[in-house]
């Protein structure tokens, strides 16, 4: 009897969560239909600049013709490659920069002041130098990328291997437990929610990154088709170089969380 009672629940509970993601999707939706209608009333009454802000119907129609002509796979596969790569570099240096800091106290004294002013300097300003170093191409589009979150992921990481439980880690000691064995079940398990944190953190900055890189020495992607558009007054080709990236950026987040989902389920387990 108790336990049909608890199943019952159960089954209440996860319905209950089913229906309220249900609703948060579905409010997600209207708002999103409701911003790209007001877009298009807005430009058509001409309360907003149709030349400058475009509306979503000419935008639809420009990407449709991009599209068809093959152009916009492109640019757009272009700037995704650069942001996965330099995303990937700066998360997964930062974080081992972060371990060997972590791993080493007296290295971690000494590069702190350092790892501080770096992260302290405008990482934009830096690009004439990046540009020099690695060329005017692809690869000084990446190290942008890259630059932008590899401190901040280190500074962060860094901070979450040092926050865990101290007790904890004296519990394993005791029982004999190698610093590796240290880090690998204890002290990384610990820090998931802080790496996934950071990681969706560094898909916002990555993006950045690429697209100000872009700017700078781009021959393709979306970064390029944005200032040309400015260069030649083509808003509307700007706008929807923006949502494109608006679209992109989302789905790297999702992927982001879809790894926390499975991170979660295995620190469960362990």
Known sequence: ????????????????????????????????????????????????????????????????????????????????????????????????????????????????????????????????????????????VIAMACLLSIVITTLVVYNAFQQVDENYKKVLLTFGATKKQLFRHAVLPACYPTIISTMKVNVGLSWVGVIVGEFLVAKQGLGYLIIYGFQVFQFQQVMMSLLVIAILASLMYKSIEGLEKYLMKRKKRM
């Open 1 to 140: 009897m108790l336990k049909s009672q608890i199943q019952t629940l159960h089954k209440h509970y996860l319905h209950k969560i089913k229906k309220e993601k249900r609703r948060i999707i579905s409010t997600q939706l209207l708002l999103l239909c409701v911003f790209f209608l007001a877009w298009e009333v807005l430009s058509r009454l001409q309360w907003i600049d149709p030349l400058i802000f475009s509306m979503p119907s000419r935008v639809w129609e420009l990407a449709i013709e991009n599209i068809a002509d093959g152009s916009l796979l492109v640019h757009s596969s272009v700037t995704l490659t650069e942001t996965i790569i330099g995303f990937t570099l700066g998360t997964i240096g930062g974080t081992c920069i972060a371990l060997i800091l972590w791993w080493s106290p007296f290295l971690s004294k000494v590069l702190d002041p350092y790892l501080v002013v770096l992260n302290s300097m405008p990482k934009v300003a830096l690009g004439p130098i990046i540009i020099v170093a690695f060329g005017p191409g692809i690869p000084s």
